[in-house]
Antibody
C-alpha cells in the first residue's frame, strides 16, 4: 500500500525559507514522477511543482518559479520542496502526490499524502 | 494557460439522487481529464482518469464522460459517503484544477 508522508510545515516570516519533505513507502519510488500541490485555506487546488522519476525534468507554474525548487533522493525514497522568499500568499496545506507515469507529464495524480501546513506571517 | 470551469459551485442533493457535475476546459484537452473527491481535512482522492476510466477501488456509481472541452462527472445514486467537494483537473498542458463543486445534503 502506497504511503506518502509530508513533513516540515511550520509558521515562517515573509522572506524566509522552508524545506518540505515527503517520505514514500509501499512503492518503487524511483519509477514515478512526483508532484507538489497546495491548497490555501478554504480555497481550491494549485499544482506547484513536478519532477520526473530520475530528477532530470522539473517544472513550476509562474506563481512559484524562481523561488521554489523540487528535488528527490531516490536512495532515501524522499521528495523535497525548497521554498525561498516566502510570501503570505504561499500560506497553504502542501501535498505531495505520485504520478501514474515515470515522466510525470500527461499524467494524473494517483496517490496523495495527508499534507503539511505552511503559514507565512510576520 | 488552460482554465477549467466547473458548474455548479454548490449542489444540494439527497441520498439516492442522481447528480451531475460539469467541467469545461478553455481549450481542447482531448481526454486528459481527471476527477478527484476531497472531504474536509483530508487529501484529494482520484476517482476518474482519462475522462471516463474508473480508478481501482472506486465504486461503480461514479462515472465520467466527455472529450475535448466538455466533461461531466455523474454519481448515479448519491450515498452518505459522497458528500464532499469534487475537482476536475486537466493534464494535457501541465496541470490545472477546476474551482471545485461542493455536494451538500439537501
Amino acid at each position: 500500500q502506497v504511503q506518502l508522508v509530508e513533513s516540515g510545515g511550520s509558521v515562517v516570516q515573509p522572506g524566509r525559507s522552508l524545506r518540505l519533505s515527503c517520505a514514500a513507502s509501499g512503492v518503487t519510488f524511483n519509477r514515478y514522477g512526483m508532484y507538489w500541490v497546495r491548497q490555501a485555506p478554504g480555497k481550491g487546488l494549485e499544482w506547484v511543482a513536478v519532477i520526473s522519476f530520475d530528477g532530470s525534468n522539473r517544472h513550476y507554474p509562474d506563481s512559484v518559479k524562481g523561488r521554489f525548487t523540487i528535488s528527490r533522493d531516490n536512495s532515501k525514497n524522499t521528495l523535497y520542496l525548497q521554498m525561498d522568499s516566502l510570501r503570505p500568499e504561499d500560506t497553504a496545506v502542501y501535498y505531495c502526490a505520485k504520478s501514474s507515469s515515470s515522466s510525470g507529464y500527461h499524467s494524473r495524480f494517483d496517490r496523495w499524502g495527508q499534507g503539511t501546513l505552511v503559514s507565512v506571517s510576520s | 494557460d488552460i482554465q477549467m470551469t466547473q458548474s455548479p459551485s454548490t449542489l444540494s442533493a439527497s441520498v439516492g439522487d442522481r447528480v451531475t457535475i460539469a467541467c469545461r476546459a478553455s481549450q481542447n484537452i482531448a481526454n486528459y481529464l481527471a476527477w478527484y473527491q476531497q472531504k474536509p481535512g483530508s487529501a484529494p482522492k482520484l476517482l476518474i482518469f482519462e475522462a471516463s476510466n474508473l480508478e481501482s477501488g472506486v465504486p461503480s456509481r461514479f462515472s465520467g464522460a466527455g472529450y475535448g472541452t466538455d466533461f461531466a462527472l455523474t454519481i448515479s445514486s448519491l450515498q452518505a459517503d459522497d458528500f464532499a467537494t469534487y475537482y476536475c483537473q486537466q493534464y494535457d498542458d501541465y496541470w490545472t484544477f477546476g474551482q471545485g463543486t461542493k455536494v451538500e445534503i439537501k
